[in-house]
């Protein structure tokens, strides 16, 4: 601009004479506006992965879609919350154990970029993906994003720590605020935090609307109606210039900063028309009496060029990993490899094409004409500059590019490069190749069951006990908080995670009712899974007696050998085991929709102790983007199931002589289930004690309650009873618990 401005000048002043004074003099000022300073470092691939918390750092610009680390501009540091549980220690009158855990969170500001922004999607922290394109975090606490604009209010968590007055708005600044981010992860510290920024919307940044808000930031505005060259995202990093943005970009496109009718104009083209110059006008002699040289040729030799560049770019299919793309020449005597590092996100095509357009530049500019202009076409030569198309009369059909112009002694000296090849060869086919990626599938809501179960191992109960199972239909579920509530919804505490998802589901047909004592093979029922990831398997016999495959439908333990897949996540069970644990007074009832939850290496969670027999119970099963607020209670009452002693088996009445009949029966035990001695099952209870009762019908007409597991029915009390002997007997047996009082009964028809 100044070499125009001063060459007017000078032509006014002092004519052709003055008009190259003022050239030189104009150049001799652009290089002082334009020239790179004494120190320049470019952006890096990694100067901006890592986090800062230094006061006074840099923050970046964000163009088009970036991964980025930022800066954290205020914290509260850890804030520390104190979780109390008791578990029952000792067996039966035994005590409890206290048991206190501590957990951590943390708010903080990260700010982002220096210009705003539209949107933040995913987030990782210490490498690990905790928030998916869609908002969700898959750990505790929630997150706001303020997008830089220039009438932004302050955070409110910001201002209730700092106060109204003392609370900056930060206009003009993007970014986040964590509020209560869980730091259990993360070794109770903040982790390093990078962040999908997307700024400048649609699929492709334009470069040269990126060059031009760099120069409006330096006071200087540019025509970039030239610049057609696209990228997916750049960061701006601390120290960067314009200058040297512009550089940088140069590996991308063949970017140009020239004057324009007094206008700093950038392009990446050179124009569609260009000055036809005349061989016969050419030539400037330096000295007197010397030959006018009208053109004069330089052609680097294969060896000094490039057979290989590769160039390292940002990938977003990697993540905005690093990826590297190769443009090779096979025929050439060249065994030199050009690396080029390009800070800017790309899609693995765009870069194999600017590695291409890269190297083809490099061969094309191999070969330069050299022209000198005579002082009679000094001053004209004055308009011509680096990115201007060119030709000579007698080659008219042979396009060039001025890529260097100099004012040196009365003359004009240009460089010029031929214009073919410049653009490489179009190739666009590339991949990003395979990335250790984590999936952005959303976690979803949570889907809880709370179970009263019959003890699950040999390991006695003696408290209410209720289990907790969650899972979720997103196949991107990961884990849950369980939050309690034992006053009617007022206060909820968090008792327990669940960090793996349940198989869960609902029956389709009716399980019919079965037997307890044999394979049942004929019975069968479908059920549907809750996910379409989530799967049942068959196994064999021998590894269901041992406990495989153990599932609760409806409120009945049932086993299976043969899981038949009928679609995505609906299956056939078959093969069954009825009634297990205790549970056969369940058997009978059952309807399609019943639950379905498989317990075999199931991760429960486990109320025990906390609440009274009889309780009931509100709980949420939080995922980890989801608030209290946001979730619906599931009320359970705390039963006793695991305390409820089981019914008796083998009845029997035996008339005695005199008329007396002789009752029997065999005592299970809660501990018996697995019967690997040959002696009897523990019993499991304070003392034994049972209730016997005969009934006529659904009356009870005689009771008893004994401590031994048999009684005699005198004659006596038959008559009293029903006015003779009778010979068939209405009998129902219950094991008495000091807890819960009477369990599951037997009840059997007898024939004496």
Known sequence: MATLILSAIGTAVAGPVGAIVGAVAGSMVDR???APSLRREGARLGDLSVQSSAYGAAVPLVYGRARVAGNVIWSTGLIESRHESRTRVGGKGGGSVTNVTYSYAA???VALSARPILAVRRVWADGKLI?????????GGRMRLHGGSERQPPDPLMQAALGLAMT?????????????LELAEFANRIPVLTFEVVADDGPALALGALLADLGARAGVGLDIAAVTATATGFAVGAGATPRGVGEAL??????RLVDRQGVPTLADTPPAAGRVLDEDGLGAALEAGDPPARRTWTRLPETALPREISLGYLDPARDYQAGLQRARR???ASRLTEPADLPVVLAAPAAKQ?????????WCQREQCHVQLPWGLAAAGLTLEPGDRVAFASQPARDW?????????????LALVPLTGLAGDGVTEAESGVAPTQPGTPHGPTTVQLLDLPPLSSVPADSPRLHVAAGGASTGWRRASIHASSDGGLSYVRVADIAARTIMGVTTTVLPAGATDLWDRMASVEVELLAADMALASAPPASVLAGANLCLIGQELVQFTTAEQLDVARYRLSGLLRGRRGTEDAMAGHLAGERFVLLADAALATFEGSATLGQTLLVKALSPYQSLAEVAPVAATMGARALRPLSPVRLSAVRLAGGDVALAWVRRSRLGFDWVDGADAPLAEESELYDVAVLAGEAVVRAWRVTTPALVYAAAEQIADFGIAPTTLDVRVAQVSARVGAGVPARRVLTI
């Open 32 to 34: 002082a506006l334009f």
């Open 131 to 139: 928030r998916d394109s869609d908002g969700h975090l898959t750990v």
């Open 250 to 255: 140069q590996a991308l496109a063949p970017l």
């Open 168 to 180: 900056p708005a930060h206009r003009g600044l993007a970014y986040v605020v964590f509020e209560q």
């Open 401 to 413: 590019q001025v890529v260097e112009t100099t004012i040196e002694a009365g003359r004009v000296a």
């Open 107 to 109: 708010s903080f500001a």
């Open 330 to 332: 096979l025929a050439t």
């Open 354 to 362: 600017a590695a291409e357009g890269l190297l083809a530049r490099r």
